[in-house]
């Protein structure tokens, strides 16, 4: 080593060397150690440039060509070699953000925002963990419009900030940012911007945009843009993507497109979501729309509507198609829904009464005038209907149903009752009632119509006195008095009918109560009347059987005394011929008697039987003869034969009348003489007509 030396200068050159070795071989290590850094897996590096050939950076925070400063890129874990004395080194976290989460990104670095942007948007680059990228494709400083979702990132938290729930995730750098970081995490605070909108049941969203272009002159609304999913560069899927709902003409301010049931992951520093109730229909009603914003429409209402127009839907101005009764996520910011029930309502003009939908709580009694100078208040109800295809016209030219009853209705009803009670005294207006509303409903029904309405009926109440008035009283409590008289008289009128019928009632409970023994007398006439009929069949049938034994007898006889005539004719001619004669003249008496029993005499003898069997059952007299057994003389003295009391036997009578009627007043030949039937009968006769004992 340095032979041009001389070797005491060489001695002290080793001596130098052998002092600067160790130092030497210290800053040799030191460099070494210096250069190789070691990183986690769970944080990353952030690369401080210190010095550059290139100098330091000259616009912005971070060093894109290798300038002296902050790196975009970052150190994932592991060991890295690094030049020493060149470069420093800031470990920090991952970026993480919880499942159902949003955290929001501030940009230190970038492009300054233009005076009509509120966030910092970056079309090309959108991927955070990318900061060259982003610096490169003109991405702009402040808080962005993009959000992160769930997750883990290694960000350089240097050039971005991330604000999330759990705290800030940053690489501090002046203390001035502090207060800028802080008020951006209150405002997402405040707008409860950490989480998703979720949207339930009944509830619609409705969304104010704090970014983009201003509404043109003329417009309180945002009209919807890019809704076609079609459309892919242009649908923001319900403002879930800024720069898509920019790029197709979104403007900023309150939106008319509504957000429903869902969970949405929107920006909060872009746009808020205020939530109110769907508009609801009810069954019976519809909904005639108000709108505030659109093109305007052609009038639909017809030449001779002349109120105003009726538009197409999504037109401003009155829609001329209602909406019917459901559910419906409607913009109440964007028009009005008025409410018009199609069903019938009534409307009161009672001060203390009003009906369900209260269009009538204004309304009281009408006051009236009367033809005898009466003044008393009538109470009234109107039923009322609206036509559901009507319903547009009427709120077009009235507003509301509230505002037609109160400006309209009312005045015209309550002239045309004052009209009335001035042609009436208090007692016709009384006692009338139901003519005029009859009447009143037929005429009125014109002038409701002239407004698109229909009326159903009229119902008239009581005309009352006012505070301190009893004339009106008076006249009430006499009609009534008259009343009551009537009444009171009706109800004598019916008493009596009662009393009336209440006789006859108890007659015929006492013929109900009797009928049993009516009905057993009854049937004891008709068992005697059948009794007395078979009695008589039978008489009729033994006067035939008679009739034939005498016509039988009357022929034996007659053939017995022409064989006799022809006897004594063959003994003597003379005393035949005279003989022949007399048997023939008998025969011939014979004839006529028994031709008899078919007129007078036979008529008599069924009267004189009827009379007799009478007669017998009034004495209660025994017909079958009592015979006395063990003989001894035959009589009344001694008991036997037959007893029908009186002197002789009526049987006796009987058949000797019978005898005497078939064989005539003489005797047959060879008998001894009997008493004639005329004896006989009156015999009979004056037995029967005497008293009984």
Known sequence: MLPFLDPETRQWSWLIASYLAVPLGLVALLWLVGAVRYIPNSRVGIVEKLWSQRGSVVNGLIALDGEAGYQPDVLRGGL?????????????????????????????????????????????GTDFSDAATFLRSGGQRGPQRQVLREGTYAINLAQFVVITDDGVFCLPLVTAEEAVLTRMAQLVEERAGFTPVILTGDLVGIVTVHDGPSLAAGQIIAPTVGNDPTDEPRYHNNFQDPERFLAAGGRRGRQLQVLVEGTYFVNRLFATVETIAKTVVEVGNVGVVVSYTGEAGADLSGEEYAHGELVDVDRRGVWKTPLLPGKYAFNTYAGKVNIVPTTNFILKWVREESGAHRFDENLAEVSLITKDAFEPTLPLSVVVHIDYRKAPLVVQRFGDIKRLVEQTLDPMVSAYFKNVAQTRTLIELLQERSEIQQRSAEEMREKFARYNLDLQEVLIGTPSSGKGDVQIDQILAQLRSRQIAAEQIETYDRQQQAAVKERELREAEARARQQTHITEAELSIQVQANQGKAEYARAQQQAAQIQALATAEAEKIRLLGEGEARKIAALAGAEAERAARVGIAEAM????????????????????MTRFAAAIEQARVDVVPKILIGGGAAGPASGGGDQLGGSGSLLQALFALLLSDKLGEAAVAGTSP????????????????????
């Open 80 to 124: 890295h070699f690094m030049v020493p004395l060149q470069y420093r080194i800031h470990i920090v976290p991952l970026v993480t953000i919880a499942q159902g989460h949003l955290g929001y990104v501030f940009a230190r670095d970038g492009q300054p925002l233009p005076a009509t942007q509120a966030l910092a948007g970056n079309v090309a």
């Open 589 to 608: 008496a014979i004839e006529e008697q028994v031709r008899a029993y078919g007129g007078p005499r036979f008529q008599l003898t069924q009267q004189v």
């Open 674 to 693: 009997s008493p004639t039937a005329v004896d006989v009968r009156r015999a009979i006769e004056a037995r029967l007509t005497a008293p009984s004992a």
